[in-house]
């Protein structure tokens, strides 16, 4: 069972923002850097995000991160087709000393 | 192009051994720390460990679910990471993923982080009798 938590489901129709929260505590969230990662069906991860709100070069500006204490978000805008996958949280945890998933989320596009 | 790619699964015994690999292409390997995370059938990411390159010591970390059954070791001068699993369990059954984990420096947590940035594609685990 993971110590980070995110909503199952998310969904939107085209062209809406959807917002996906990562909540965590004090030892992962609290005190390291949040990344984000999106799975297509049947496909590896991708990462999206890295500390906290930091684009990987390609990764579209349609992709934002934030954080404030224990929790983060990953913000999609102008949602598209092609963004119905999973996303996942990630962040080192300091208790545990290792990297923790959160419990991801399914976007759907209706 | 950097590329990871991992080989190695298979059908395999409760009980018994298997070594991942994942040989990376692209990038100066000895410069960054290599992890490995699972996915079981329908389940989320479980991050199984990750092993620093040599300036940090090449020294690992492991979920603490695993450690004492799964080791990461490297060599730099082929460029493979590997991952050895014993004491093989049915829930040990997934897609294992490799990963390339870099430092970096967060001006504002003024701190150094590692994350993983490049994924291959995966290589399945059975555990089955």
């Known amino acids: 069972q993971s110590v980070v938590t995110q909503p199952p489901s998310a969904s939107g129709t085209p062209g809406q923002r959807v917002t996906i929260s990562c909540s965590g505590s004090?030892?992962?969230?609290?005190?390291?850097?949040v990344n984000w990662y999106q799975q297509l069906p049947g496909t590896a991860p991708k990462l999206l995000i890295y500390s906290n709100n930091q684009r990987p070069s390609g990764v579209p500006d349609r992709f934002s991160g934030s954080k404030s204490g224990t929790s983060a978000s990953l913000a999609i805008s102008g949602l598209q087709s092609e963004d119905e996958a999973d996303y996942y949280c990630?962040?080192?945890?300091?208790?545990?000393?290792?990297?923790?998933f959160g419990t991801g989320t399914k976007v759907t596009v209706l | 192009e950097v590329q990871l790619v991992e080989s190695g699964g298979g059908l395999v015994q409760p009980g018994r051994s298997l070594r991942l690999s994942c040989t990376a292409s692209?990038?100066?390997?000895?410069?960054?720390?290599m992890g490995w995370v699972r996915q079981a059938p329908g389940k989320g990411l479980e991050w199984i460990g990750f092993i620093r390159n040599k300036p940090y010591g090449g020294t690992t970390e492991y979920a603490a679910s695993l450690k004492g059954r799964f080791a990461i070791s490297r060599d730099d001068s082929k460029s493979i990471a590997y991952l050895q699993m014993n004491s093989l369990k049915t829930e040990d059954t997934g897609v294992y993923y490799c990963?390339?984990?870099?430092?970096?420096?967060?001006?504002?947590?003024?701190?150094?982080?590692?994350?993983?940035?490049?994924w291959g594609k995966g290589t399945t685990v059975a555990v089955s009798s």
């Open positions: 004090s030892s992962n969230i609290g005190s390291n850097t």
């Open positions: 692209g990038f100066s390997f000895r410069e960054f720390a």
């Open positions: 990630a962040a080192w945890d300091d208790s545990l000393n290792g990297f923790v």
């Open positions: 990963t390339r984990d870099p430092l970096v420096y967060d001006t504002a947590m003024k701190d150094y982080y590692y994350y993983m940035d490049v």
